[in-house]
C-alpha cells in the first residue's frame, strides 16, 4: 500500500497507523534523507528475516543501521566515548551513519554483533514514526538498480516492493547518494565512505 505524507508536515493519524502496523512485526519502506530504505521495529524478528530474504543478504551477519531519534536512544543500544558523542552532536540529524560497538542492551537477535550502524535522518517523517514507536528502526536500503528511478521514485518503489511489504511510504522523491560512513569505534574516528553530507568536526 502507497502512503503519501508530506515532510514538512506529516500526518499523526497516518504515523501513529505505521507505528502500529511496525509494533505489530509489520514491514515499511521509508524516505530518508538520503536512500529510501526497508524498515522494521528492531524487536521484530520476523521483520528483519523477511527484509533478509528480500535482499537476498543475511541481516544476522550484514551491517546494520538503526534510526534513533535522540541521543538518549543512541545511548541505550551503543557505546559512544566523547569524541564520538560530540561529533554526532555536531552533524545529527543528517545524512550520516555512525559505527558504534553496540551495547548488551541490543536485541537478542543482534547479541552477535559487534557494532551497529546509528542514523538520525534529516526527515521528519521517519523521526516522527521512531518517537511514535517509542524504540529505533532496523533498516536496509532499497537495492541500487541500474535504473535510478526504481529507488528515488515511490510509486515505482511500490511498483516492486509494494506486495513485499505492509507500506511504502510516498515522502516525495529519494536520492541516490547514500549516507557519508564514519567509524568510530577507535579513539579516532574515521571516514570509510564518502556519501551525502559534509562532516563537522
Excluded: W
Excluded at 515499511?28 to 524487536?43: E, Q, S
Excluded at 555512525?98 to 534529516?122: A, D, H
Amino acid at each position: 500500500m502507497l502512503l503519501k505524507l508530506y515532510k514538512d508536515n506529516p500526518n499523526p493519524n497516518q504515523i501513529r497507523r505505521i507505528a502500529e502496523v511496525l509494533k505489530n512485526g509489520g514491514i515499511v519502506i521509508i524516505p530518508t534523507d538520503t536512500l529510501y530504505a526497508f524498515a522494521c521495529n528492531i524487536f521484530n524478528q520476523a521483520g528483519v528475516e523477511t527484509i533478509s530474504k528480500i535482499k537476498n543478504k543475511d541481516l544476522h551477519k550484514s551491517n546494520l543501521s538503526f534510526i534513533c531519534n535522540e541521543m538518549r536512544q543512541v545511548s541505550e543500544f551503543a557505546k559512544m566515548g566523547d569524541t564520538a558523542f560530540k561529533l554526532m552532536k555536531k552533524n545529527l540529524p543528517g545524512p550520516f551513519t555512525f559505527i558504534l560497538n553496540g551495547s548488551n542492551s541490543l536485541p537478542k537477535l543482534f547479541k552477535n554483533k559487534k557494532t551497529v550502524g546509528i542514523r538520525m535522518p534529516q526527515n521528519e517523517i521517519v523521526m516522527e514514526i521512531v518517537r511514535e514507536l517509542g524504540n529505533p528502526l532496523m533498516t536496509s536500503s532499497v537495492f541500487y538498480d541500474e535504473d535510478t528511478e526504481y529507488i528515488t521514485n515511490p510509486e515505482l518503489i511500490d511498483e516492486k516492493y509494494g506486495k513485499m511489504v505492509d507500506i511504502v511510504i510516498d515522502g516525495g522523491e529519494g536520492s541516490i547518494v547514500p549516507s557519508t560512513i564514519i567509524d568510530c569505534t577507535e579513539e579516532e574516528p574515521v571516514i570509510i565512505r564518502e556519501g551525502a553530507g559534509i562532516l563537522i568536526e
